[in-house]
Each structure stands twice: as structure tokens, then as C-alpha cells.
């Protein structure tokens, strides 16, 4: 994979974006995701993973073949003023959201209809990210385990656990939505039903975080269920 450095302001780890080319005043166009790698305390540098744009397919347009250099715009944290709340129950969503006036709030039945065409009622991470992208949404929230858990929604880097003891009566699956059935494909992950709501979202948190002391230690220092993912954790 490639990168870049940037020169700018400290930013969070995981943070996503995009470089952008500008042509001329007029044109500009993306050519690379970019996702924030590390941050240089000393000299203040940035550094970005880059990897192919690829938000805008489109088999019947051309595409350009552009590679990164000096001179090119990064773009990031696009997208954090959206954001897609995965609760439990629809008195959670609302409590979440409601609080939170910052951000405009993609409702979860958008997710669940785009899931159904997909055929996957068990959401995949590819799943998520790819909606965020239809819906220009930078910032995920998954309620599990009485937490919060904010990720920026293309890197699924973990970016803030937030305790949240909310009561609960049950949980809805795969998520809380007003659609009454998400369609099942006949085969391939993420085609048969999400059986527990809490257990999988943890897993995919944690294997998209296996470096995050902070989850580790929220996992660890948590009386649940789940301690048994501390063994997916590469801390040094």
C-alpha cells in the first residue's frame, strides 16, 4: 500500500478521506482513499495510507489513472457531519440521536433496505462501509455492552467509547429498523440471519481494532461475555 505525508494539525488514527487533483479553478477530481496512519509529534507530519478511489464506479465512465503527488489535496475526516447509529432497540436510536445535535442522522431503515438488496441480513463490514459511501456518512456509532462505540466508517478505526448504561429489554436484529424483513441471498457470508446482536458487533469492532489499547482495556475491565476477544488483541 502506498503513502504520503502531510504536514498539518495532529489527527486521530484511522481518520479517513480522499486525495484530491486539482486540474484547473474549475476541475478537480478523487483519486485515492486516504486513511490517517500516524502522527509525528516531532515534525508535525501526517501519515496517510493511500490505496484506490473506488467510491464512484461506474463500468460505463472512464477513469482516470492518476497517481498521488506533491501538489495534491487531501481531504479528510469527509463525511463527520453524517453519521449511522447500529442500536438494539428503537428507544436506544432515539435516545442516541436525540442527544446528539451535531450530526444529521441517517435513519437505520435506509441501511436495512440497502442490506436486502445485497441479500444480507447479517451486516458485513464492506456492507456498512460501502452504505456509508452511497449516503456521504463518515462516522459509525455502535451501541453494545453498555458503551458507545464511534468508528470512522470506511477505516472502521475505533475513535471514542463512550459508557452508555441504557436500559434493555431485548434486542432487535440485525439492528433496530422499521423494515420488517432484510431479504437473505442463497449463499455467501452475511446471508443467513444475525443470531446475537452484542457478541457480533464486538467481534467486528475488535477485528477491525486489534491494536486499540483503549478497547482492550474496555473489554478487559468489563464484567461480560466477551472477554474471550481479548485473544484477537496484538498490544505490546
Given at each position: 500500500?502506498?503513502?504520503?505525508t502531510?504536514?498539518?494539525?495532529?489527527?486521530?488514527?484511522?481518520?479517513?478521506?480522499?486525495?484530491?487533483?486539482?486540474?484547473?479553478?474549475?476541475?478537480?477530481?478523487?483519486?485515492?482513499?486516504?486513511?490517517?496512519?500516524?502522527?509525528?509529534?516531532?515534525?508535525?507530519?501526517?501519515?496517510?495510507?493511500l490505496s484506490?478511489?473506488?467510491?464512484?464506479?461506474?463500468?460505463?465512465?472512464?477513469?482516470?489513472?492518476?497517481?498521488?503527488?506533491?501538489?495534491?489535496?487531501?481531504?479528510?475526516?469527509f463525511?463527520?457531519?453524517?453519521?449511522?447509529?447500529?442500536?438494539?432497540?428503537?428507544?436506544?436510536?432515539?435516545k442516541?440521536?436525540?442527544?446528539?445535535?451535531?450530526?444529521?442522522?441517517?435513519?437505520?431503515?435506509?441501511?436495512?433496505?440497502?442490506?436486502?438488496?445485497?441479500?444480507?441480513?447479517?451486516?458485513?463490514?464492506?456492507?456498512?462501509?460501502?452504505?456509508?459511501?452511497?449516503?456521504?456518512?463518515?462516522?459509525?456509532?455502535?451501541?453494545?455492552?453498555?458503551?458507545?462505540?464511534?468508528?470512522?466508517?470506511?477505516?472502521?478505526?475505533?475513535?471514542?467509547?463512550?459508557?452508555?448504561?441504557?436500559?434493555?429489554?431485548?434486542?432487535?436484529?440485525?439492528?433496530?429498523?422499521?423494515v420488517?424483513?432484510?431479504?437473505?441471498?442463497?449463499?455467501?457470508?452475511?446471508?443467513?440471519?444475525?443470531?446475537?446482536?452484542?457478541?457480533?458487533?464486538?467481534?467486528?469492532?475488535?477485528?477491525?481494532?486489534?491494536?486499540?489499547?483503549?478497547?482492550?482495556?474496555?473489554?478487559?475491565?468489563?464484567?461480560?461475555?466477551?472477554?474471550?476477544?481479548?485473544?484477537?488483541?496484538?498490544?505490546?
Amino acid at each position: 500500500m502506498a503513502s504520503a505525508t502531510i504536514n498539518t494539525a495532529k489527527i486521530e488514527n484511522g481518520v479517513s478521506g480522499f486525495i484530491v487533483r486539482h486540474f484547473n479553478d474549475e476541475h478537480s477530481a478523487i483519486i485515492a482513499n486516504a486513511v490517517v496512519k500516524n502522527y509525528n509529534e516531532h515534525n508535525k507530519t501526517l501519515t496517510l495510507s493511500l490505496s484506490k478511489y473506488t467510491g464512484l464506479r461506474n463500468n460505463s465512465l472512464p477513469s482516470g489513472a492518476w497517481e498521488p503527488r506533491v501538489g495534491d489535496e487531501a481531504v479528510l475526516a469527509f463525511g463527520y457531519n453524517r453519521a449511522l447509529l447500529i442500536a438494539p432497540q428503537e428507544s436506544i436510536w432515539y435516545k442516541i440521536s436525540s442527544s446528539v445535535n451535531a450530526l444529521e442522522w441517517v435513519h437505520p431503515d435506509t441501511l436495512a433496505t440497502y442490506l436486502s438488496y445485497l441479500g444480507h441480513p447479517t451486516p458485513l463490514k464492506d456492507d456498512i462501509s460501502g452504505f456509508c459511501t452511497v449516503v456521504n456518512a463518515g462516522l459509525l456509532y455502535i451501541y453494545a455492552q453498555n458503551a458507545l462505540f464511534t468508528l470512522d466508517c470506511q477505516s472502521f478505526a475505533l475513535l471514542q467509547i463512550t459508557p452508555a448504561p441504557y436500559d434493555r429489554t431485548g434486542s432487535e436484529l440485525p439492528f433496530y429498523s422499521r423494515v420488517e424483513e432484510i431479504r437473505e441471498a442463497w449463499w455467501g457470508e452475511g446471508s443467513n440471519p444475525l443470531e446475537t446482536y452484542d457478541p457480533y458487533y464486538m467481534e467486528l469492532i475488535v477485528e477491525n481494532n486489534t491494536a486499540s489499547k483503549k478497547l482492550y482495556e474496555y473489554i478487559k475491565n468489563n464484567d461480560s461475555n466477551i472477554t474471550h476477544l481479548l485473544e484477537e488483541f496484538e498490544i505490546n
